[in-house]
């Protein structure tokens, strides 16, 4: 027991240590990949975004998580290192540990992920269509470019520990890149082929009162923008605030216990006169976890939902079925490069790329909590597959061409 209060656990010290071979300890994101690999292995409705952003909104303990401890677990030592967390957790990090860890424990195939499963990304992409305010329609269109390019199978969809010639799924990641890839399909977004279908739109819906109204895209981007601003800054602000230090104090060793309690009691004394002087608002009681951080309803008479718009205006009917009437595409790049070299799959730099496509980027890396590089990289993985035939044609008209 004298070792415990001294130093902490038993295994305190080897957290220090810098050897490669014990690099699964269980540290606070390895506790987060844990109960990420868990949801994943019981097909629970939530993805690793959403997992990440509870643990941000301070539903789920992980920063100050010893303030949770009950008494009897004392909190000396070095076990201050393994549970003082000064960052949040990132995304890249929590999901590749969860695979190193699936690997470590040697499981077998994971449950598979099919059509009736929350994170297939038919019903994925209509949760993000839902919370991007985007028209219902565009759901028969996600469905169509999952089936095409095939990531809609069990087999590319389930997780198989340790078998790298399959490539990892990250869930919410994919179904966004679809709604991506998709907006580019029907809206080019160009910075000028959207604009010109939202004007025929605006003046549709003005001489034409009948049936549903034609989805106008400015409209849509006014809509999304001045919520995503919103919600942007207070996010920020949140976390400009957040206060690292909690209110149960630490100490290293039981002979400083006193002169730290002593010294936290003389800083709540001052904090609670400076809070009578100032007349100190109470704290608003924290919402209940959601699914969705933006909500649109159709009975809002501001005209500021649009699920329920049309997409006639941008579609023909083509041998029995809807296409585009915009036959142009653009690549986000022309060769995908190696993950393992540079780290992505493609480069992504805003000034390199059409502003409406950024701001796509920047609308679903703000639900997902992650950078639009990521989304960027599946997106170039997604056209690569839909436009294969196409791009190696290209390759070898090109290589003829220089022969």
């Given amino acids: 027991e004298s070792t415990s209060a001294c130093s902490g656990s038993v295994d305190g010290s080897l957290y220090l240590m810098k050897n490669q071979k014990e690099k699964l300890r269980m540290t606070m994101p390895m506790t987060l990949s844990f109960c990420y690999m868990a949801l994943l292995w019981l097909r629970e409705p939530m993805t690793l975004s959403d997992l990440l952003r509870f643990v941000v909104e301070g539903h789920i303990p992980y920063l100050n998580v010893f303030q949770h401890f009950p008494e009897k677990m004392k909190l000396y030592g070095l076990d201050l290192k393994i549970f003082c967390v000064e960052s949040w957790p990132v995304y890249e990090e929590v999901y590749n540990k969860m695979l190193e860890l699936a690997v470590f424990l040697d499981l077998p195939r994971f449950p598979d992920i099919t059509d009736s499963c929350f994170l297939h990304p038919d019903i994925l992409c209509m949760k993000y269509l839902m919370e991007a305010n985007l028209p219902d329609e565009l759901h028969n269109w996600t469905c169509r470019v999952v089936k095409k390019v095939c990531i809609g199978e069990a087999d590319f969809l389930t997780l198989v520990p340790g078998n790298k ?184 730099r805003e000034m390199d790329f059409p502003q409406s496509y950024h701001f796509v980027l920047r609308l679903f890396s703000f639900l997902l909590r992650i950078q639009p590089s990521y989304i960027h990289d599946e997106v170039c993985v997604i056209e690569h597959k839909l436009f294969n035939k196409k791009l190696w044609r290209n390759m070898k008209y090109n290589t003829g061409l220089r022969k």
């Fill in 165 to 348: 010639s399959t490539r990892k799924v990250k869930y919410d990641v994919l179904a966004a890149a679809v709604i991506v890839v998709v907006l580019k399909l029907l809206f080019l977004l160009d910075d000028y082929y959207e604009w010109l279908l939202s004007d025929f739109a605006e003046e549709r819906n003005k001489n034409n009162k009948e049936g549903g109204p034609y989805f106008e895209f400015k409209k849509w981007y006014k809509v999304i923008k001045c919520s995503l601003d919103v919600k942007q800054k207070k996010l920020d602000e949140e976390r400009a605030k957040y206060l690292w230090r909690c209110e149960k104090p630490l100490f290293y060793s039981a002979e400083k216990k006193s002169k730290v309690l002593k010294k936290r009691q003389m800083v709540v004394n001052l904090q609670n006169q400076f809070g009578k002087l100032a007349g100190s608002v109470r704290p608003v009681e924290k919402p209940n976890p959601s699914s969705f951080q933006l909500s649109w309803s159709e009975e809002n008479t501001d005209g500021s939902c649009f699920h329920g718009h049309s997409l006639e205006g941008i579609l023909q009917e083509k041998c029995g079925l809807l296409t585009a009437m915009n036959p142009d595409y653009w690549l986000g790049t022309d060769k995908l490069c190696t993950e393992k070299l540079c780290g992505h799959l493609a480069h992504y």
